[in-house]
C-alpha cells in the first residue's frame, strides 16, 4: 500500500491510490471533507477529526472522492452507534458522530450553500432547531424483499441466502440487506417487520428478483400513528393475489392490536418504487390517522406525510412565525400534500388556496379538513408547472404569502415564473434539500426578492438529510 503523508506535498495522487488524511469537515450529504493541495477531497464513511486510510476512487478537475479504509486516530466526536446494520446499511450515516456537532456541521452546511453557491453576501443563518428524539422517530419506513440477500462477511450462518427483506445495500440496487431492528423507525414496527419476514419465508411466500422481474411480494411499508399509535401495512406485490396475502394480513391484526389498516398496493412496472397503481383493502381501514397540534390527519397509503410527527409541529411553528400574520392574508400553500401545513396555519388567516399534484392527496386534504371543521381552504389538483395558469386560479385573489413545499428536487422554471408573476409581499420556502433551496431562491432573488430570515431545522437525526426554512420579502 502506497501511503502519503497528508502533512508532504501529495503529487500524482490518482484513482487507486491509497494515503493517509485527517478528516477537517463534513460535506454537504455527509462525506467526510479535507484538502490536498488546496484540492477539495470528500472521503466516504470518514467524519471530521479522524485520521484515516483513505482510497482514491474518483479524480477530478478540482476535487478527488475516496473512501475510507481504516481508522488511524479516532474521532473525538465519536459516538458509539447502536445499530448492529450501521456498517453495511447506508441509512442513518451520521450514527457515530455527536449529535451536538451534527447539528454544529448541518447549519455550517447551510450557511455555505447560500454563500458560497447562491452568491449570498452578509447572510446569517439561524441556530438549527434540534429534534428531541435522535431514535425511532420516523413514522414512515419502506422495506424491499429481494430473493438475493447481500452477505455479509462474517456470512449469516444459518439464514436463508435466497431471501430477505431489509434495505438496499449501498451502490447496489440488486441486493438486500437483512434488517432486523432499524433504530430510525418505530419500536412496533420493528416487530411487524420480523413477523411478516418469519410469515413469508414460513408461507413460501415467492420474493421479488429486481433483474428477471419475477416472483410476487416487493415491498413492505410500515406507517404509525405517533401521536395515536395506530399502524398500517401496505404490502406491495407485483400482481394482485389476495389468496396469498388474506392469511399474512389475518395473523397481523391478531399479533398486532395497533394495526389499524392492512392494504395491498400493486406494482406491475419494472420501476423498484413502493408506489402502485392500484390499491385493495386487506384488513380494517385504508387509512390511519396522526395529529400535528391539535389537528388530525388523515394519511393513505400513498399520500406524503412528513416522515418525523413530532418534529413537524416544531417545523410548522417555525413557518408560522416567520408568516407573521396577522388575519387578513391570502395564503397560497404549493405542494400543499395532504393539507398539514394549510390546516395548521388555516386559524391565522383569511383564506388558504392549496395546490398539490397527487389525486388521492388532495382527496385526503380535503377529508382532513372536513375532519378538523376548517372552512377557510379550498383545495386543487394539478401540476404548479401549468395549474397556475389556470382560469380558475387567474380569477382568484392575489397572494399576500405564498407557501412552497416541494420535493427534493425544488420547483419547475415555470412554477418560479408564475410566482414572481404573482408578486406575494412574502414567500415562505420550505425544503428538504438546502442545495435546490438555493438554486430556486437564487432566481426569485433576481425578481427584485430578499432573504430575510434562514431557519435550519433538524427532521432526520443521524443523517446527512437537512430541512431549512427560509423567508424573502418583496422589495418594494
Known sequence: M???????????LKKGKDFEIFVESLAFGGMGLSKINDKIVFIKNAIPGQTVTARITKKRKSYFEARKLNII???????NPPCSHFNDCGGCTLQNLDYKKQLFYKRKQVFELYNKMGKFVNIKVEPILECGEQYYYRNKMEFSFSNKRWILKENDLGENKNFALGLHVPGRYDKILNINNCHLQHKTANAILNFVKDECIEQNIEPYDIKKHTGF???LMLR??????????????AYE???????????????FPEITSIVNNINSKKADIAFGEKEIKLAKNNYIIDMIGKFEFEISANSFFQTNTLQAEKLYEVIKEQCNFIGNEIVYDLYSGIGTISIFLSRFVKKIY?????????????KNALRNNIKNIHFFCGDLKDILKNDKLISLPKPDTIIVDPPRAGMHKNTIKDIVKLKPKTIIYCSCNPA???RDIMELCN??????????????????????????EYKN
Open 73 to 79: 486516530n479516532e474521532s473525538p466526536d465519536f459516538s
Open 241 to 255: 393475489n389476495k389468496k396469498i396475502l388474506l392469511p399474512l394480513a389475518s395473523k397481523l391484526v391478531k399479533k
Open 447 to 472: 425578481n427584485n426578492y430578499k432573504i430575510i430570515k434562514i431557519r435550519p431545522v433538524d427532521m432526520f437525526p443521524n443523517t446527512p438529510h437537512i430541512e431549512c426554512v427560509t423567508k424573502m
Open 224 to 237: 404509525v400513528g405517533i401521536k395515536t399509535n395506530q399502524i398500517m401495512v401496505n404490502l406491495v406485490t
Open 436 to 438: 435546490t433551496q438555493v
Open 354 to 366: 392549496a395546490i398539490e399534484l397527487i389525486k388521492t392527496a388532495v382527496v385526503d386534504a380535503k
Open 2 to 12: 502506497n501511503k502519503e503523508n497528508t502533512n508532504t506535498t501529495i503529487l500524482n
Open 217 to 219: 411480494i416487493r415491498h
